[in-house]
């Protein structure tokens, strides 16, 4: 229930806030060095950071379950345990996803 | 006596005439919106940095150009399927409904032009430069 509402929160959230940002970074990008600079401003501020990485957490629970709308779609994982079980698994996994995307940003480079 | 047959009755006759096809391409731009996706953050995060310079210069080979406006395409397609169910779903009276979904077509299709309209500007301003 959580996670199915979950991913029309979401993908909801990603098509409008998320699609903004997207365009937003491919149209400075095309503008010019200042406009990008303008735009790293913002993305790299606390307010940026925090909605980056509420879209990140949002693309991964969306991506998670809808793969698992697929293996609902061709008949499986109706049984409570295990409906449940790949559920929570979306959860945790978008959290798990999140973090190791953010640790690499931070980190790896 | 009904004279058709049980298929000719299923066949694109749900309430809403036109939901399997919607479905259906729901599902295909899924599938194709993931993959670019993931084809996205490796690229991007295999960057040297995300300055100007290193995403300009990426973005002009058609090897990322190609890919990313198949995303564009691929997403905004998507992202209409996705907030059209929304819309339905949410918002019961007729006139608004379909006011919404006007305005849905129109800011998605504007957002993938000036999308597209900027890799195709950084892809293509090395040649026309030269």
């Known amino acids: 229930m959580l996670v199915s509402i979950l991913h029309r929160v979401t993908g909801t959230g990603l098509a409008t806030l998320g699609a903004a940002a997207f365009v937003w970074w491919l149209a400075a990008a095309a503008s010019g060095a200042e406009a990008y600079e303008t735009f790293t401003a913002w993305a790299t501020s606390w307010l940026g950071v925090l909605i980056g990485v509420g879209l990140s957490w949002a693309f991964f629970q969306h991506a998670l379950s809808g793969l698992r709308h697929f293996v609902m779609d061709i008949g499986a994982g109706y049984e409570l345990e295990a409906n449940k079980f790949w559920a929570m698994m979306t959860l945790a996994g978008s959290i798990v996803l999140t973090s190791f995307f953010w640790l690499y940003l931070a980190m790896g480079r | ?130």
């Not at chain 2, 406006?69 to 006139?95: C, M, P, R």
């Open chain 2, 1 to 130: 006596m009904r004279l058709e047959t049980p298929i000719a009755r299923v066949r694109g006759l749900g309430s809403a005439r036109s939901g399997a096809h919607h479905w259906w391409l729901e599902r295909l731009t899924s599938v194709s919106t993931l993959l670019l996706f993931v084809w996205l953050i490796v690229s991007l995060l295999r960057l040297p940095g995300l300055d100007h310079k290193n995403v300009t210069t990426w973005l002009a080979s058609p090897l990322a150009a190609v890919p990313m406006l198949l995303l564009i395409a691929s997403t905004f397609w998507h992202l209409k399927l996705g907030l059209q169910v929304v819309i339905e779903d949410y918002v019961h009276e007729e006139g608004l409904r379909l006011f919404s979904i006007v305005l849905l077509n129109f800011f998605t299709l504007a957002a993938a032009a000036l999308a597209v309209f900027a890799v195709l500007k950084i892809a293509l301003a090395p040649a026309v430069a030269a």
